[in-house]
């Protein structure tokens, strides 16, 4: 299929995948390797060749970015006044933290400061809070690594996410990420997050992540269910904290392939749908590797952010949203697998990232994607994107972002 534009309206445009053609070679700029689809709930974003190459079909590129020239949470709301201040907060995006013992988790928390990091983005896992039921409540690891990254000084945005079996949509149960059957249900436990977490100063929260992707919202997406649950979250949320920073879920730089949707797609139907008036900032993580961030390809989610016609940026705008601000909540690239990248490239990712959120005006602040390699499996490549490896050496890319937040 191929791309539609509205004859009207170019923010009115529709993203479909045109007929995939492998490009001779991995490493130029109209393409992207191969990449594994992730089978859990944890938040990271990959975009297959073929979808990167339908994608690139679809999207026309525009003007460049419209640059212009965190907070502590020991205060009450303080995170939130950062958020809606413009402070350019750079994070972390660390779902692996969470396993680990307070004494770990407080010595990487300092390394991640020594580096320059603020803010931590963390999973507030529906599924694993109450597994065992509506009445059961399991905290206690959620708490611990609340309170690491609270007592480390940092900032902190809650993922609320996953689904337990007992409250997902009918025939999802058994499904990698099933969706809630119901979005008060949904959104009672946003309000309990936010009302156990609010008064020790966390006021920033996430609406699910990834819900255009299958690997997060399955069997697959549903942009009218989605917006229905962040409604339903953002007025529970509201209601406990009125000052609480809400950001739509990061949303994947996938392709229209009849299972995943676009980003700019499902932005479009999220306002088709109502969402406008319920999130204070947009999500999106706009992985580009291994194109760099400064590099204009259309399938790039990067360049798709506000380089593309139509894009996340020209979406809000056209919806009367100009004023909110994108903020991305994941980006990286790995460094192993079958579509690494070397840690010289990884580390001129991260640091244009970080340089272009700084500079342009519509961008809140950004999260890293990740710390630490996970593993060190030649075939996976989710075990190499970290900025340190498995035995915590630093990688190139360790200085880059260094030098980059100074």
């Known amino acids: 299929m191929v ?16 007929a995939f053609t492998r490009p001779p070679s991995p490493h130029v700029t109209t393409s992207r390797p191969t990449t594994s689809r992730p089978t859990t709930s944890r938040p990271t974003t990959k975009l297959s060749l073929a979808a990167a190459v339908a994608t690139a079909g679809a999207l026309t590129l525009s003007a460049g970015f419209a640059g212009a020239a965190s907070a502590s949470t020991s205060v009450h709301h303080a995170a939130a006044r950062a958020a ?14 969470i396993t680990k013992s307070a004494q770990v988790q407080a010595s990487e928390l300092v390394s991640m400061k020594a580096l320059g990091i603020t803010s931590i983005r963390l999973d507030a896992d529906w599924s694993g809070v109450q597994y065992g039921g509506p009445a059961s409540f399991s905290w206690a690891p959620l708490d611990r690594v609340v309170h690491s990254v609270l007592a480390a000084g940092m900032s902190v945005d809650l993922i609320i996410d996953g689904c337990p079996a ?41 609406i699910w992540n990834e819900p255009n992707n299958a690997g997060f919202w399955s069997p697959k997406p549903n942009p009218a269910a989605y917006t229905a649950d962040l409604k339903a979250a953002y007025a529970s949320i509201k209601h406990v904290d009125r000052s609480a920073f809400v950001i739509s ?25 109502g969402a406008k008036g319920s999130f204070n900032a947009v999500g999106y993580h706009p992985y580009s590797y291994p194109a760099l961030p400064d590099t204009c390809e259309s399938w790039s989610g990067w360049s798709q952010m506000g380089h593309t016609s139509p894009s996340i940026r020209s979406v809000m705008t056209s919806n009367g949203d100009a004023a909110k601000q994108i903020w991305v909540t994941e980006v990286g690239a790995p460094t192993g697998g079958p579509d690494g ?21 519509w961008i809140g602040g950004i999260y890293l994607y990740s710390w630490q390699d996970e593993g060190t499996d030649p075939t996976n490549d989710e075990d190499w994107f970290g900025v340190v490896t498995v035995t915590g050496a630093h990688k190139d890319s360790y200085k880059a972002v260094a030098a980059a937040i100074k």
């Open 3 to 18: 791309f539609r534009r509205n004859s009207d309206s170019t923010a009115n445009a529709r993203i479909t995948s045109p």
């Open 84 to 97: 809606q201040s413009g402070s350019k907060r750079v994070g972390i995006a660390d779902p692996d933290l």
């Open 166 to 206: 007992w409250a997902a949509a009918a025939g999802t149960s058994g499904d990698v990420s099933p969706p809630p059957a119901s979005p008060a249900q949904y959104a009672a436990f946003a309000a309990k997050v936010a009302a156990r977490y609010a008064p020790l100063g966390v006021t920033m929260f996430e």
């Open 249 to 273: 879920a990061g949303l994947a730089p996938e392709a229209n392939d009849g299972t995943n949707i676009n980003a700019v797609t499902f932005l479009q139907d999220m306002y088709a749908h």
């Open 341 to 361: 990248v070397s840690q010289a490239a990884q580390g001129t990712d991260l640091s244009q990232a970080i340089t272009n959120t700084k500079s342009t005006s």
